[in-house]
């Protein structure tokens, strides 16, 4: 293969996986992983992230106290700032719907199963049994445009995973858990919880782990101009 065909392969294979097997993860792996992950741009070099790497009873810690916020009063966990407008129009709306039941077809959960549909929450906030949850958060001050170099630095991690054979699953529900990890961690108000990630290497015998998701074609979302 030459390089963009290697490039192409790594893309193409980095898939969000809901589900991992329990197998550890070298610490030395997660340092090589976030070394390289930090030459993502950024707008004039101002690098707007900060990670906080769970494993271990640290991790166990976090998720169970997460869970028990989620079990008390799931209703009133808010976001650190919106995912979606509050009425989401086409033809993103047809997107969201054809994966969300994609999604509870491959679980086996319907859309009117509450109690499953809970249950699915909760082992969003169990980083899906990885052996490592990854939590990352931004100084509030910044402004959205912030956002666009985390997206860059998120994907890094991502690419630079499955390089080294691992898989994840990028996890803004994370935003909903603010209190815990503030309480857990000790993050400053300062910084904004942005998201979540599960890392480790998934389990691909779960049905959500093989979904084939339909990608838009070229000429569907680029414009070429040259005159």
């Not at 792996?29 to 070394?35: A, F, P, V």
């Not at 994370?174 to 857990?184: D, F, I, N, Y």
């Not at 890392?199 to 074609?217: I, V």
Request: glycine share 8%; proline share 6%.
């Amino acid at each position: 293969m030459d390089t963009i065909q290697l490039t192409e392969a790594l893309i193409r294979g980095r898939q969000s996986k809901r589900g991992f097997l329990d197998r550890p993860v070298p610490m030395e792996t997660l340092r090589e992983i976030l070394s390289v992950a930090k030459y993502a741009p950024s707008s004039s070099n101002t690098q707007p992230w900060r990670c906080y790497v769970l494993t271990g009873e640290a991790r166990a810690k976090i998720v169970d106290a997460a869970v028990d916020a989620y079990r008390a009063s799931p209703e009133t966990l808010a976001p650190e700032y919106p995912f979606f407008p509050k009425e989401l129009p086409a033809p993103y709306s047809s997107r969201f719907n054809t994966f969300r039941g994609m999604l509870g077809d491959a679980q086996g959960v319907a859309r009117s199963d509450i109690v499953g549909r809970r249950r699915d929450v909760e082992r969003q906030f169990r980083f899906f049994d990885a052996p490592v949850g990854l939590i990352f958060t931004m100084d509030r001050r910044l402004e959205w445009a912030s956002f666009l170099c985390y997206g860059c630095f998120l994907q890094n991690i991502m690419l630079a995973a499955r390089a080294g054979g691992l898989d994840t699953c990028p996890q803004q529900i994370w935003s909903l858990q603010s209190e815990v990890l503030r309480a857990g961690l000790g993050i400053p108000e300062g910084e904004m919880v942005v998201a979540g990630m599960s890392l480790g290497y998934a389990d691909n015998s779960m049905p959500e782990n093989n979904m084939a998701l339909h990608k838009l074609e070229l000429d569907e979302f680029v414009s070429f101009v040259d005159h």
